[in-house]
C-alpha cells in the first residue's frame, strides 16, 4: 500500500515568516496526527485528526500554529509567524485504529529550519 | 494527557550483547503500547506491540514486558547485531480514543 507522503522534505525561513507543510495520509485512515520532533527528542503530538474533526490539540501554540483536515483526507499545518524554537522536524502521521497488529504510519517528515 | 517517560537516553552495548529500554506511563486508561524503532533520517518505524491484557511477547530477538499495575513497560533485544543501532521510541496509547504518545527516545549503539 502506499505510504503517508510529506511535503516539502525541508524548508528553511526566516523568523517571523509563515511556512505550511501538507500530509496525505493513507487511504481510508481515519486518524492523523502531526508530530513536532526537535532534534535529539521524541516525537511530541501537536494535534490528532479524527476524520476532519480535532480530537486533541491541547499541545498545539494555538497562537502561531494552525491545522486542518479537509475532508477528512490531506491535512496542512502552518506556522505563521515562525520562532526559532520552531526549528525541528514536522512528522505526519495515519492510523485505522490502533491495537495489536495494526499500526500508526509515519511519513518522512519535513525539517524546518527557522534561521 | 499521558505522559511517557523512558530510560536510558543512550545505551551503548557489545555486539551479542543485551540491551533493554524501560518506560513508564501516567494514565492508567492507556492499553496499548508499541514501541518504535528511528533510523537516522528515517522514519519512525513499528517493531513490537503489547496489549494491556498480556504481561509479556517476543518476536524473534525482540520481547516486550509490561507491568499495567506499576504502570511501566520494557524491551528487550538480546543478542545485538551492529544493525539495531537506532532511537527506539515507547509509546502508550488509548486503543479508544486512538491516540498515541512517545517517550523521549534511547539512542542505542551497538559496538562491533
Known amino acids: 500500500e502506499a505510504g503517508v507522503a510529506q511535503s516539502p522534505r525541508y524548508k528553511i525561513i526566516e523568523k517571523r515568516q509563515s511556512v505550511a507543510f501538507w500530509c496525505n495520509p493513507i487511504?481510508?485512515?481515519?486518524?492523523l496526527y502531526w508530530y513536532q520532533q526537535i532534534l535529539g527528542q521524541g516525537p511530541k503530538l501537536l494535534i490528532q485528526?479524527?476524520?476532519?474533526?480535532?480530537?486533541?490539540d491541547s499541545q498545539l501554540p494555538k497562537d502561531r500554529f494552525s491545522a486542518e483536515r479537509l475532508k477528512g483526507v490531506d491535512s496542512t499545518l502552518k506556522i505563521q509567524p515562525a520562532k526559532l524554537e520552531d526549528s525541528a522536524v514536522y512528522l505526519c502521521?495515519?492510523?485505522?485504529?490502533?491495537?495489536?497488529?495494526?499500526?500508526?504510519?509515519f511519513g518522512q517528515g519535513t525539517r524546518l529550519t527557522v534561521v | 494527557g499521558e505522559n511517557v517517560e523512558q530510560h536510558p537516553s543512550t545505551l551503548s552495548v557489545q555486539e551479542g550483547d543485551s540491551a533493554v529500554i524501560k518506560c513508564t506511563y501516567s494514565?492508567?486508561?492507556?492499553?496499548?503500547f508499541p514501541w518504535y524503532k528511528q533510523e537516522l533520517g528515517k522514519r519512525p518505524q513499528l517493531i513490537i506491540d503489547i496489549r494491556s491484557n498480556v504481561g509479556e511477547k517476543k518476536d524473534q530477538r525482540i520481547a516486550v514486558t509490561l507491568n499495567k499495575t506499576a504502570k511501566h513497560f520494557s524491551l528487550h533485544i538480546t543478542e545485538t547485531q551492529p544493525e539495531d543501532s537506532a532511537v527506539y521510541f515507547c509509546?502508550?496509547?488509548?486503543?479508544?480514543?486512538?491516540?498515541?504518545?512517545f517517550g523521549t527516545g534511547t539512542r542505542l549503539t551497538v559496538i562491533p
Open positions: 485528526f479524527q476524520n476532519n474533526g480535532v480530537v486533541d
Open positions: 494514565d492508567s486508561a492507556s492499553n496499548y
Open positions: 502521521a495515519s492510523s485505522a485504529y490502533l491495537g495489536e497488529n495494526t499500526e500508526a504510519f
Open positions: 509509546a502508550a496509547c488509548q486503543t479508544g480514543a486512538n491516540n498515541l504518545f
Open positions: 487511504s481510508g485512515h481515519a486518524t
